[in-house]
């Protein structure tokens, strides 16, 4: 375990053009800082990798300020209370929010996206499927594919921690659910764990062609998270009246210059098509009642999820190179606990 | 008057790769056809310009099936039922439909898309402002743009057809309006006729500039019916959470082969935007509710509208060109009453 005197931080010192990678952070050891009043000491039990984290270390069009060069880098995590003068956070309750890549974060109410007791199910699940990803397949779905029975659904990172429990949402919801993956062994998870209906290696060839086996009659929602020439295929079988759920653009590396590629806009007005992009955070009322309903379904097998663990503080530039490049198994996570 | 005993006619001789050209039609005189059971004779009285028509021409992706070679040009039209062998469509009374581009037509009731018998205001109105263009304007305004008081809406081909409809009533429901149009003219139309707030020729400077002078906290509503560059620019603009309506992409001259452009998806996500393609076709049903509305803006005054009223049938080609190259004042409309 860390010392209970220093906090080991990841920083981020240099600003990445596209993906970040390992030498654009840095790493130092810092007393812990005092606890002012009305806040609350975390120590940060598992550190969030998230593919969004290249947009917030980026100084491109994004919906957060860049995080500023030498400061820790902008993670979520789930933690507990360690020492607090704020009532309504006291020690020993847990804690899901914006507590950074460290070891321990000084946090206010402002920081906290979830605050709970005794978890209901394990405390890794508070920082996946009942964290933004789960939270955001539940919603984004929801709120922008509403889905029906019979339609037919599109996942883009068909296994990865969002698109794995949209399939399974949109199973669930009685759809036909397709997935697209990097590799011929998520596609058997996908198959084998997740419940598609159909699954594909979007490598081993053009997704017009697998589509055109798995969709003959075109897509009623796509779940995209990758966005770049996949998302201009697809929006080419969309049906009329489509939705498209935009949640990432992890296929472009970078936005600066502004990519091109091909026009949509015909697309969008032949098919009539609904497509709206869905960032988490605008949502936070919701995260009570969506977390109780997918705890039901976790608690119930209708939701399964998988997690990639690693230990150690310093793990955690590599981790998140290796999400991008679709190296991990399930919902990424780090536990600082490793020799400093 | 064209003879009672033929009907002239506008064909599609060529296939149009962009914008239709005179050369692209032909005219032909051939005799009235009989009336069969169940169908009404309609002579038109106002045929119908619009954009929409390069996309009907064309054989790229689009709504509807292509026009036939050598068949009548599909149009709107309004007219008059002078023979009928259907109850519900007695001669006498008032269509608004598909009859083309032609004096008469043998129409079925699938053919039209309202039915009136003393218009309440001028007839030419109901080939305009109470035909596709003013619902077209009202309820892809309502169903996505969906404007709320204070709010900043965009309109492109501001002075148009629809356009000048939607700035009318974006302005009714107590929105800051800004126009792009295409000369100087329309721009003193859009301030002085159509309640814009502010109005800018487009090809007089970038829009960027325009836009950070008219709207510096950027758009919540862009009407768009031009695509290409300026949607570009104007996505770039938007606030989060904006609505983005497709309505046409008349600025793009061809979609075969399909052009390219910026990339969208990431101010897609990062805006969250609600972009929406809107045709007014998938609405038959809120057409009589919808007309009465604009029936009492027009009648109290609240709704300006022009029309650009041509004589003589064989215009018709001429007047669509026209149209794409914004030499209209108002509604195109050709009154198919020269001589043969």
Redo the contacts between chains.
Sequence with gaps: MASPETNRRVLLVKRPTGIPQPDDFGFDHVALEPVGEGRFRVQNLYLSVDPAQR?WASD????APPVPLGGVMRALAVGVIVESRHADFPSGAHVYGWFGWQDYAVAQPADVLTLFGAPEVPLSAYAGVLGINGLTAYLALDRIGRPEAGETVLVSTAAGAVGSIVGQLARAAGCQVIGLTGDDDKVALCRDRFGYTHAFNYKAGPVETMLAEAAPTGVDIFF?SV??DM?DAVL?VMR?GGRVV????AS?AS?VP??????????????????????IF?HQGRFPETMQALVKMIRSGSISYDEDIRHGIEQAPQALVDVYAGRNRGKMLIVPDGAP
């Design positions: 947009g491109g069009t994004n919906y995209d966005g770049g998302l080419r009329v935009q949640c990432g653009t472009v936005w502004a990519p091109t590629g091909l026009r949509n806009e015909r697309e969008v007005l032949t098919r009539r098509l609904s497509w709206g992009g869905f960032v605008d």
